[in-house]
Antibody, heavy 120, light 107 residues
């Protein structure tokens, strides 16, 4: 059973960079796409982007100028960096595995999520 | 961006009721439509992918239908553990967008 675990600081100051890591266990990172999705408290879900094991990335245009994703296959980890954060970036951040089947791409395994609060 | 509109935004139903949630895309997304269930404090859980394929381990009372722009999630017989918020998501084109959610409560 694939398991994902997000980790990183729970509090980030405005204008600084949010950095999170997603560690995958029970399976390999190789051969899959890995998504980051966030959810502001009490609100809906927002897709941030995804990365393939080769390092190919696709980002949400609304965040593209501030987002960087990377992958470390030796550690079975994917990482997310979001620069110049504001209070609007306060959210629970999820990583999820993205796969293809039955005519659709979908996220089948998700991490438990980690709350990041942007505040001074 | 493709806009995903869910209705209703919330509903209250009794155990055993048939419940239907709809999701409309602002443009044709073929069958690139997924449904997720989220309980408070938990990560979303995949229920349906490709508009109508049931994810392994998901009870058969959940079903999905539709293609193009109009989609439906149906719970054939609502159970107490189905109290949650349900989201549709399109994976046809980036940015992959979610519906606003439908909160299902048990009467």
């Amino acid at each position: 059973q694939v398991q994902l675990q997000e980790s990183g600081p729970g509090l980030v100051k405005p204008s600084e960079t949010l950095s999170l890591t997603c560690t995958v266990s029970g399976g390999s990172i190789s051969g899959y796409y890995w998504s980051w999705i966030r959810q502001p408290p009490g609100n809906g879900l927002e897709w941030i982007g995804y990365i393939y094991d080769s390092g190919t990335t696709i980002y949400n245009p609304s965040l593209k100028s501030r987002v960087t994703m990377s992958v470390d296959t030796s550690m079975n980890q994917v990482s997310l960096k979001l620069s110049s954060v504001t209070a609007a970036d306060t959210a629970v951040y999820y990583c999820a595995r993205r796969i293809y089947g039955s005519g659709s791409y979908y996220n089948d395994f998700w991490g438990q999520g980690t709350l990041v609060t942007v505040s001074s | 961006d493709i806009q995903m509109t869910q209705s209703p935004s919330s509903l209250s139903a009794s155990v055993g009721d048939r419940v239907t949630i709809t999701c409309r895309a602002s443009q044709n997304i073929a069958s690139y439509l997924n449904w997720y269930q989220q309980k408070p404090g938990k990560a979303p859980k995949l229920l349906i992918y490709g508009a109508s394929s049931l994810q392994s381990g998901v009870p058969s009372r959940f079903s999905g239908s539709g293609s193009g722009t109009d989609f439906t999630l149906t719970i054939s017989s609502l159970q107490p553990e189905d109290s949650a918020t349900f989201y549709c998501q399109q994976s046809y084109s980036t940015p992959f967008t979610f519906g606003g959610g439908t909160k299902v409560e048990i009467k």
